[in-house]
């Protein structure tokens, strides 16, 4: 007898400032099988597929940075990043030791762990 594993989530579209409750049904791991209630829009739908599938969150941290009037750099990734990467992101970022000065938009990490995103400076120092 084969098993079916069903999935539900539960969402609020932040895409426009309706805030749509949405849920997510279907069968675990089968995108295509997807179900979608509560959108009012098309966008809604495709925000809510791509945060069951891969969701991802731009990560904003901070880095050590010697010689600078402050101990630590704030910094974020270019782009969103997959949630199931932050923690080994942040491992990544936890590394880096910089000196000033250093220029607001600086790459600090260039292609985080070969996703194409860059974590970059969000300030200047120094
Ligand atoms: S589903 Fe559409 S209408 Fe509802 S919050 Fe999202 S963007 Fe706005």
């Known amino acids: ?3 079916t594993k069903t999935a539900e989530k539960e969402l609020i579209c932040i895409l426009c400032p309706l805030g749509c409750k949405m849920i997510v049904s279907g069968v675990a791991n089968s995108p295509e099988d997807l179900t979608f209630s509560g959108q009012q ?5 495709e925000y809510a597929y791509e945060e069951y599938t891969n969701p991802t969150r731009t990560l904003t ?10 101990a630590r750099l704030p910094v974020k990734t270019s782009k969103p990043l997959p949630k199931k990467l932050i923690y080994t992101a942040m491992e990544e970022i936890n590394k880096v030791e910089l000196t000033a000065p250093v220029k607001i938009g600086t790459v600090v990490i260039e292609n985080l762990l070969n996703t194409g995103i860059d974590v970059v400076s969000t300030r200047s120092l120094g």
Do not use: D, F
């Open 1 to 3: 007898m084969t098993r």
């Open 41 to 45: 829009c098309k966008k809604g739908r």
């Open 61 to 70: 941290s901070t880095v050590v940075i010697n010689n600078a009037p402050l």
